[in-house]
């Protein structure tokens, strides 16, 4: 398998406090998909608005975005993530 074959993903897992900034959390992020990787962003938080996190995600943003309220529920998600992941 030649590496071009690889899906490259990024997995963002955030409490919605960056030590950068939201606007260099965001250039990062676009970098990441301009080298052809695919960005999935997961806000455990009640603080970070949508759009910031819709930001980090490639599109369909219905894919690759996900809100959870607490830690916890990550646990729920982790099997549909993988699945979404390795298809």
């Known amino acids: 398998m030649k590496e071009s074959d690889v899906r490259k993903v990024a997995v ?3 409490d919605g406090f960056s030590f950068i900034g939201p606007q260099m959390v965001k250039l990062r992020a676009d970098e990441l998909k301009n080298r052809g990787i695919e960005v999935f962003a ?3 938080t009640k603080r970070m608005g949508d759009d910031e996190l819709i930001n980090l995600s490639s599109k369909p943003v219905q894919k690759h975005f996900l809100r959870l309220t607490d830690k916890d ?3 729920r998600i ?3 993530i ?4 390795c298809k």
């Open 12 to 14: 963002v897992v955030t």
């Open 42 to 44: 997961i806000g455990i």
């Open 73 to 75: 529920s990550i646990e």
């Open 78 to 80: 982790t099997d549909n």
């Open 82 to 85: 993988v699945q979404e992941i």
